[in-house]
T-cell receptor, first 109, second 114 residues
Framework: EDQVTQSPEALRLQEGESSSLNCSYTVSGLRGLFWYRQDPGKGPEFLFTLYSAGEEKEKERLKATLTKKESFLHITAPKPEDSATYLCAVRRYDYKLSFGAGTTVTVRA | DSGVTQTPKHLITATGQRVTLRCSPRSGDLSVYWYQQSLDQGLQFLIQYYNGEERAKGNILERFSAQQFPDLHSELNLSSLELGDSALYFC?????????????FGSGTRLTVV
């Protein structure tokens, strides 16, 4: 059965303190790994799609990487506005999208 | 504003009742997806429609049903509501049926069953 596991569940950072979030997955026929950002009471906002091992994508202070078993979301020199829950999702061979439980990041000024 | 519109934003109802949640997809998108997000379950896929036809089903209860209309808006009907149905319900949309890119999510409907 497909599994998407995110760690840690919560991360508290000081402004400027870089860190990484992990998403490990087992899926039948990966057709893409996705990162979303979700603010409290809002819908998930699409950040990145990664399709193959070795691929990397960057957006401002965020960088996503992908291996055959996991993906990392690196946050470099975070600011308080980076505080959110970051969700990882995998799309399998039949195009179904499954989400992990998320990592809640809090960045203190 | 993502372009995906969900109404109402909040809904409070009693156990045993029936409610309808509405979603208008982003302009040009033909696929609509419904997700349920509760504190202990995370985002769970319920059902997908593409251009009016059901395309995929996830963990949707028999008490729940959905449809997509000719103007592409979609409705999720929840009946015989139980306390455990309290959750955030999100609608997402995409251009294609077998979408390779990311979905665009609406802001959700928060359902509270009392």
């Amino acid at each position: 059965e497909d599994q998407v596991t995110q760690s840690p569940e919560a991360l508290r950072l000081q402004e400027g303190e870089s860190s990484s979030l992990n998403c490990s997955y087992t899926v039948s026929g990966l057709r893409g790994l996705f990162w979303y950002r979700q603010d409290p009471g809002k819908g998930p906002e699409f950040l990145f799609t990664l399709y193959s091992a070795g691929e990397e994508k960057e957006k401002e202070r965020l960088k996503a990487t992908l291996t055959k078993k996991e993906s990392f979301l690196h946050i470099t020199a975070p600011k308080p506005e980076d505080s959110a829950t970051y969700l990882c999702a995998v799309r399998r061979y039949d195009y179904k999208l499954s989400f992990g439980a998320g990592t809640t990041v809090t960045v203190r000024a | 504003d993502s372009g995906v519109t969900q109404t109402p934003k909040h809904l409070i109802t009693a156990t045993g009742q029936r409610v309808t949640l509405r979603c208008s997809p982003r302009s040009g998108d033909l696929s609509v997806y419904w997700y349920q997000q509760s504190l202990d379950q995370g985002l769970q896929f319920l059902i997908q429609y593409y251009n009016g036809e059901e395309r995929a089903k996830g963990n949707i209860l028999e008490r729940f049903s959905a449809q997509q209309f000719p103007d592409l808006h979609s409705e999720l009907n929840l009946s015989s509501l139980e306390l455990g149905d309290s959750a955030l319900y999100f609608c997402a949309s995409s251009v294609r049926d077998r979408e390779l890119g990311g979905y665009t999510f609406g802001s959700g409907t928060r359902l509270t069953v009392v």
